[in-house]
């Protein structure tokens, strides 16, 4: 059913706002352009109202979710290539048709650690990308293989390398022609997406990384900090060169200690941290690890596990802190001197699994604003999949047992299957916020992060007309995307 004028109002509906928070208001939309509209600024413009009013009956009608790191779905693996653009093609577009299901209307495709002569191709197939009736594909996350052995989880160790090269080593790798700056990269494209997304996970203690940060950013790409074992002064360090985000938050990387909290630190980043960054010369030499340990993990080849999951346990670092003197001290209560940097957002795979519910709570309460829920989803992700048996790949099954994946015949944990919309809901249930607050985490602040929040995660004037409806308990009724109607669930 379509409006006759093209405007749509829902009413009767609660509508998160960017700082959490719900407000009963109506919504107009203009369903030929697929853009949000200011009603009044529309009504006095135009001197008529939409022909047709959706009553959402007191439920929540919500930006829809971004998923900015997803590894597959659908049984379709984003980081498998079998010589064939159009199958690879194919299976892209029909995640990206099934996953609206989830409340999810744009998702960044993520690649892990691959031979390195596959990148050029994966990363072209997966420029931007919208059809009618699916979700938006942004673009690509690159997760390796600039990333640190010890902290590899499910990523094949022979593929790992490092940036000796620094900026050249990552166009080598990636291919130039996908790192080049956005405007040329999108005009590269097929020409119908204004919008585009690149974001790229390494390790910024591994050789010429931490040099490349910022070219990397100058050309627009979101630089992420994971699978590494920074300690806190080179977690800074990143960040000072404009490293923007953290890789799934606790896993793969040194978990929390109070005289180095290394990347988890970050959260927590006090005013009085204004040491210089490190010389780039002492990074390389923080940690390598045994040429005989490397070719054993070679030989054994990638674990059928979680890719966020750590291999090696994290080794020993506890730097000394030098003293400061003359530190300005604040005399206002409750004003808190200001950062010498702006602190990174960081995703939460917030299934119960990957990180216990108090850690969810504990990243929530230390730095709300950053937060981003993430699926990190493998290719077996699908809401009507059966528990059971189900086959991976290379002769590997996985037993499914609701939200937790095992490789048959162990207890190994092999990875996330949890759909986003679920994620909102046990976020706001292990966190104790509201489901206003909750959303955030799964549009606004995804959106921001990735420099989109004028046109995606937002239901400000001019942004897309991509909406998930939501009841009260946060289960998803319908999806629309660019002003039409998608998915609808239905009644039992």
């Not at 919208?130 to 160790?157: M, V």
């Not at 045994?290 to 080849?301: D, H, K, L, N």
């Not at 976020?427 to 955030?440: D, M, N, Q």
């Not at 001019?462 to 995307?481: C, H, I, N, P």
Request: aromatic share 8%; with cysteine; hydrophobic share 40%.
């Amino acid at each position: 059913m379509t409006s006759p004028n093209g405007l749509v109002c829902f009413t009767n509906c609660l509508l998160p706002t960017e700082d959490g928070g719900l407000v009963q208001k109506d919504l107009w939309i203009d369903e030929r352009r697929g853009v949000i509209l200011d009603s009044q600024r529309t009504f006095f413009q135009r001197k008529e109202r939409p022909d047709r009013v959706i009553d959402l009956g007191g439920n929540i009608l919500s930006p829809g979710f971004i998923d900015i790191q997803i590894n597959g779905a659908y049984n379709f693996d984003f980081s498998v290539y079998e010589g064939d653009d159009e199958a690879y093609t194919a299976g892209l577009r029909r995640v990206a048709q099934n996953i609206v299901e989830t409340g999810v209307t744009s998702l960044l495709p993520t690649i892990i650690t691959q031979e390195r002569s596959l990148y050029p191709k994966l990363l072209h197939l997966l420029r931007p990308y919208s059809a009618p009736n699916s979700a938006t594909l942004l673009g690509w996350h690159a997760e390796g293989p600039f990333i640190q052995f010890a902290k590899r989880g499910a990523h094949a160790p022979q593929f790992l390398v490092p940036a000796k090269e620094e900026i050249k080593s990552f166009e080598e790798v990636y291919g130039k022609e996908n790192l080049a700056e956005t405007e040329d990269w999108l005009m590269a494209g097929d020409g119908q997406d204004s919008v585009g997304v690149r974001v790229i996970t390494a390790a910024p203690e591994i050789d010429g990384v931490m040099p490349s940060v910022e070219e990397l950013v100058r050309r627009g790409v979101v630089f992420s900090i994971g699978h590494s074992i920074a300690t806190t002064d080179i977690a800074t360090a990143a960040v000072q060169r404009g490293a923007r985000l953290i890789t799934h938050l606790f896993n793969a990387m040194p978990q929390l200690h109070h005289r180095d909290p290394s990347i988890i630190g970050l959260l927590g980043a006090s005013p009085a941290q204004t040491l210089p960054p490190p010389p780039t010369h002492t990074i390389a030499s923080l940690h390598r690890v045994p040429s005989v340990i490397r070719r054993a993990a070679a030989q054994e080849g990638p674990k059928a596990t979680s890719e966020a999951f750590d291999d090696v346990q994290t080794p020993p670092q506890t730097p000394l802190l030098r003293a400061q003197e003359g530190f300005e001290l604040g005399l206002e209560k409750g004003k808190v001197a200001g950062l010498a940097f702006e602190r990174p957002f960081y995703e939460l795979i917030v299934d119960g699994i990957h990180s216990h519910p108090n850690s969810v709570r504990l990243a929530y309460s230390a730095y709300p604003e950053g937060c981003i829920l993430i699926t990190d989803a493998m290719k077996i992700l699908d809401p009507h999949l059966k528990d059971g048996v189900h086959e991976w790949r290379d002769g590997k099954r996985f037993v499914k047992a609701g939200d937790k994946l095992y490789l048959e015949g162990t207890d190994t944990l092999a990875g996330s299957v949890v759909t986003l919309d679920k994620c909102v809901r046990n976020f706001s249930r292990f966190t104790g916020c509201s489901l206003g607050e909750a959303i955030r985490c799964a549009t606004y602040n995804p959106a921001r992060c990735l420099g989109l929040e004028r046109r995606k995660g937002t239901l400000r004037p001019g942004a897309d007309a991509d909406l998930v409806v939501l009841d009260r308990k946060g289960k998803v009724l319908s999806t629309w995307v660019a002003g039409k109607e998608v998915w609808t669930r239905k009644e039992n």
